[in-house]
């Protein structure tokens, strides 16, 4: 079975896409309320179907990225249980 385009990512493009930015002005991280000064380093997060994102302190996004990950984890578990014709228990 041939599969179109490029394999899609659940944080490619749209959804959840993570961008390393330089503050350009002072900005508050959207989890910890701490404020960052203009030059550092922060992370904007795209919100899913707007065109909004929004801004995490560094320490705030490895927590983001350590629950995706254990949501993947989820996901991937479920996945190959229903592979290996299992049924799904998470
Ligand atoms: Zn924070």
């Given at each position: 079975?041939?599969?179109?385009?490029?394999?899609?990512?659940?944080?490619?493009?749209?959804?959840?896409?993570?961008k390393f930015v330089v503050a350009?002005?002072?900005?508050?991280c959207r989890r910890c309320d701490?404020?960052?000064?203009?030059?550092?380093?922060?992370?904007?997060?795209?919100?899913?179907?707007?065109?909004?994102?929004?801004?995490?302190?560094l320490s705030c996004f490895r927590?983001?990225?350590?629950?995706?990950?254990?949501?993947?984890?989820?996901?991937?578990?479920?996945?190959?249980?229903?592979?290996?014709?299992?049924?799904?228990?998470?």
């Amino acid at each position: 079975m041939s599969k179109r385009g490029k394999t899609p990512s659940l944080i490619g493009g749209g959804a959840g896409a993570s961008k390393f930015v330089v503050a350009r002005r002072v900005r508050r991280c959207r989890r910890c309320d701490v404020s960052m000064r203009r030059g550092s380093h922060c992370v904007e997060v795209k919100i899913p179907g707007k065109m909004g994102s929004k801004t995490y302190c560094l320490s705030c996004f490895r927590d983001v990225l350590e629950r995706s990950r254990e949501d993947l984890n989820v996901l991937a578990r479920q996945v190959n249980d229903l592979v290996a014709g299992a049924s799904v228990v998470s």
